[in-house]
Nanobody, 123 residues
Framework: QVQVVESGGGLVQSGDSLRLSCVAS????????LAWFRQAPGKEREFVGV????????IYSDSVKGRFTISRDNAKRTMYLQMTRLKPEDTAVYYC????????????????WGQGTQVTVSS
């Protein structure tokens, strides 16, 4: 079973860009669908985007569509979240998740989760 670890979070200003990484170990990496979720203080975990096992298909939440891009490099066992035009409302802990249930926006369909990386966007 794959394990995932996120990195790349930090404190940025509104309008800045930031790239998160998610590195996987164990398992057959290219057999897994990967996703990003985020959770702000006092709020439920929110779907950000998902990428298919091949990287050919991606789905984004409306709140990040056009600003965030998910990609993956199966040779490096790494997924990326390129975030542009960041807003204060993007402030959250960002989680990487892996699953084999298919492309989904539901947390229950992902069984491997990272510890999260904090992204803070100041106005």
């Amino acid at each position: 079973q794959v394990q995932v670890v996120e990195s790349g979070g930090g404190l940025v200003q509104s309008g800045d860009s930031l790239r998160l990484s998610c590195v996987a170990s164990g398992g057959t990496f290219d057999a897994y669908v990967l996703a990003w979720f985020r959770q702000a203080p006092g709020k439920e975990r929110e779907f950000v985007g998902v990428i298919s096992w091949s990287g050919a298909g991606t789905i984004y939440s409306d709140s990040v569509k056009g600003r965030f891009t998910i990609s993956r490099d199966n040779a490096k066992r790494t997924m990326y979240l390129q975030m542009t035009r960041l807003k204060p409302e993007d402030t959250a802990v960002y989680y990487c998740a892996a699953g084999r249930a298919g492309v989904s926006n539901k947390p229950a369909d992902f069984h491997s989760w990272g510890q999260g990386t904090q992204v803070t966007v100041s106005s």
